[in-house]
């Protein structure tokens, strides 16, 4: 692969038929529709367009959602002498569409949703689909290791957020309360594009959709005009100093009249990150665990800025087919794949006992993950529809974990396997009264494997040990949901709709290990959730939102089922009696956009959360404490507490200074309390960016700050009180998370198809952790990257 985009590369001229279509700004247009009669051509991630389909004489229209049409001829086109400058189509920056359930123009829907666009943050490191979400605005990522990254929203997070790939949803069984890394299985250099639907989206994706819905659509295969094929592909090497990364990216796209098709490849090595020289000693790394003369030994690290035993490596892969028979039928099948190499938890690994680090292994195995995606999207003037989505998947997961107590002789090894089965069937139909009915069912389907033994690691014999869930386990959930939109006039629009979810759990208990007060958790519970909101288009410049929503979370087989997750000197145990927990939201936004001068967009929620599973105090067979591998430990469980409530705001602009200069900026505040008062341990602290862009059709050049407040001792939450490993001390010797910022500094150029980027990030080499990660982020990193698309 790499020696297939040097050759490229080295390979590539200036074709006197291509032109480079850019806006004003001078960010480069992709997929720009170039038509002239029945010839057609598309303008590629660079901007780039080959015009050798059309003759000199013709006519040729430029066409894309978000700009005027602009009409010219080939002659004019080939002679502008940078690039082809469509302006933006004032009423189109309101049309982008909500593409999760439904496709309903932004300016007519309440939610409010943050664009994921991989093109328009190429100057920033981003090494993983969770570095990608943590270049938006509202999206604060933790990382308990490396090859991790567990996405916070609105002061939720892992398995409070849904994750859709495709349409299906990633998120199983057994996603945890916990901080959860499976969103790097996803490929940031696969995905199109996609959106953050902030606060509850239950009513269009049913459970788990509190904190809001990551929703990813990945490379999509494209028509190519009638009777003639054509084949596009790129290819990109990628480094970065810190962690000395190498990455390689290539996919080769196959474009048709009636079918398409693209495959993509990505490969990936992190080694060791290396931490900056100037922020918390608390951090450094001073010493680790290896093996001198087969014996564990704890070693003086020679430079304790480089985090030992952090890389890691991963693999991706993509395959797509779409066919449409006629223009009523477009049919898709998706495949993903994504494995890892073993990953070191590195908030485990840095955790100390008598001075010494209390595991001499902690890692977990390959993160293996497999997704076939079926999309049929039927559109026809019918009685009961005018568009019909079919979405059908199957996924198979397999983790591990695996750790080892220093200077012991045997390592506990668990995994886990899920095989989860997704269909949906979504159905909209526009009325005579400037309204639309959209209804649909689903089913999700979710059967989980788990396994444990102790290994010898001098005879490497096993002995079977109680899994950490019960094996053969399953989780069910059939649903309904029907809404509505309508236009009150030209400028309001109401949206709103009902949902009602059956979920259905089954667990058996192997009592071999320990002896339950039960043998078999059976739960049937239904849950109930909405929204209802309204958009009003003030003025040509003005548009304010207003929406109120539940949603909710059914409890899993990791919540209600789990045998024992030990954290030092506790267990959690099972507890059957778990509920769904609620999530009621009302925001209000508006924003304020003038054309190519400024964009402004404020957001404002208030969020009580009810019934919420919340680790507490429990009791197992009557006691409150129990040995468990060999310590004494207080048991807990999850259980419904009271209630919660999280408040928070953000904004988020951008102005057009001067002719090619830009300044960007967001910030995002929120806090919360549960029933007693107490911090909540996933509500980020506050959070703020900002960039001033100079940018032309070929060059960019981005200087950005990135800042985060601080979180004392007193605004830490009980549970994140109890982990100093991960967080700085304050004067008194007690754990907090200190603020900190990054200078950062970027620019790329683009010619003959070719994206050449460089940058620097964390100038001042500043030495920080994120609020509640076990890893301690870059320090002074060097990136660059250099890509061909032909």
Known sequence: ???????????????????????????????????????????????????????????????????????????????????????????????????????????????????????????????????????????????????????????????????????????????????????????????????????????????????????????????????????????????????????????????????????????????????????????????????????????????????IGSGYSQINLLNKVRFRPDSAWDMTYAFHFSETSDIPRYDRLIQTKNGEPRYAEWYYGPQKWQLHAVNLIHEADRKLLDKMVVNFGFQKFEESRNDRDIYATTERQRTERVNAFNLGVDLEKALKDSSTIYYGVEHVNNHVRSLAWRASTETGNTVGIASRYPDNSNWVSNSVYIGYRRKLGTKVSMLGGIRYNQILLNAVFDTAFYQFPFEEIRSNTGALSGSLGAAWRVSRLWKFNLNFASGFRAPNIDDMAKVFDSEPGNVLVPNPDLRPEYAYTAEIGFNYTDKDIARVDFGGFYTILDNALIRGDYSFNGQDSIMYDGTLSKVEALTNADGAVIYGASIAGKWNLVSKLWLKGAVTWQDGQDSKGDPLRHVAPFFANTHLSYETPRWKVDASMRFNGSRSYDQLAPSEKNKPHLYAMDEQGRPYSPSWYTLNLAGSYAFSGVLVSLGVENILDARYRTYSSGITAAGRNFFGSVSYQF
């Not at 480069?28 to 529709?33: A, G, H, N, T």
């Not at 901080?179 to 009513?203: F, R, T, Y």
């Not at 990505?266 to 010493?287: A, E, W």
């Open 1 to 307: 692969m790499l020696l297939w985009g040097m050759c490229l590369f080295c390979g590539m001229e200036l074709h006197a038929q291509e032109v480079l279509v850019a806006n004003k700004e001078g960010n480069p247009i992709p997929d720009v529709l170039i038509s002239s009669g029945e010839k057609t051509a598309f303008s590629n991630q660079l901007g780039i367009a080959d015009l050798s389909v059309f003759n000199n004489e013709d006519v040729l229209v430029l066409t894309h959602q978000s700009y005027l049409k602009k009409v010219l001829t080939k002659q004019e086109a080939l002679s502008f002498r940078t690039a082809v400058i469509m302006f933006h189509d004032l009423k189109a920056l309101d049309d982008m569409t909500v593409r999760g359930r439904w496709e309903i123009e932004d300016g007519e829907s309440p939610i409010d949703l943050v664009k994921v666009n991989p093109r328009k943050y190429h100057l920033e490191p981003n090494q993983t689909a969770a570095d990608l979400l943590g270049s938006t605005r509202e999206v604060f990522i933790q990382k308990s290791q490396y090859g991790g990254g567990s996405p916070m929203i609105r002061g939720f997070s892992a398995n409070r957020i849904l994750i859709v790939v495709d349409g299906v949803r990633m998120n199983n069984a057994i996603f945890r309360g916990g901080n959860l890394q499976n969103i790097i299985s996803v490929d940031p250099n696969s995905i199109d594009d996609g959106e953050v639907i902030l606060g509850p989206g239950s009513l269009m994706y049913g459970s788990d959709a509190l904190g809001g819905v990551i929703d990813f659509h990945s490379l999509k295969p494209k028509y190519y005009s009638e009777d003639s094929t054509r084949v596009t592909g790129s290819a990109m090497l990628r480094t970065a100093s810190a962690s000395s990364e190498i990455s390689i990216h290539g996919d080769i796209n196959y474009h048709g009249d009636k079918a398409s098709f693209i495959s993509s490849f990505t490969q990936s090595n992190f080694g060791d990150l290396r931490m900056g020289s100037k922020g918390p000693d608390d951090y450094l790394i001073n010493q680790y665990v290896g093996s001198v003369f087969g014996k564990d030994s704890v070693l003086t690290n020679p430079d304790n800025r480089t985090q």
